[in-house]
Nanobody
Framework: QVQLVESGGGVVRAGGSLRLSCAAS????????MNWYRQPPTRVRELVAT???????NIVRSVEGRFAISRDDAKRTAYLQMDSLKPDDTAIYTC??????????????WGRGAQVTVSS
């Protein structure tokens, strides 16, 4: 079973920065898209950013210009760089990865989430 582990969360003041990491365990399949979601305290989970295997990225407009997604395939890790953080960015941030296996097909795996709290 593939495991994803997020790290880098914490508490920061408004205007600060954090970089989240999402490391995937080794698998018999190939990592396709990697994604970052977030769920604010009073909202449902929403997609924040995606990055395809070829490096193509998509960022939700609400954070475009402040957040950036990247990946390091050698480390099997995706990153979410978050700058100019606002209190409204407070949420549990969760990564996912689509992994394509010749035997099991494409499956999406999820991390357990990391808390990001932005204070005023």
């Amino acid at each position: 079973q593939v495991q994803l582990v997020e790290s880098g969360g914490g508490v920061v003041r408004a205007g600060g920065s954090l970089r989240l990491s999402c490391a995937a365990s080794r698998t018999d399949g190939d990592i396709s898209a990697m994604n970052w979601y977030r769920q604010p305290p009073t909202r449902v989970r929403e997609l924040v950013a995606t990055i395809a295997a070829d490096g193509t990225t998509n960022i939700v407009r609400s954070v475009e210009g402040r957040f950036a997604i990247s990946r390091d395939d050698a480390k099997r890790t995706a990153y979410l760089q978050m700058d100019s953080l606002k209190p409204d960015d407070t949420a549990i941030y969760t990564c996912s990865a689509f992994i394509v296996s010749p035997f099991r097909g494409a499956r999406e795996y999820w991390g357990r989430g990391a808390q990001v709290t932005v204070s005023s």
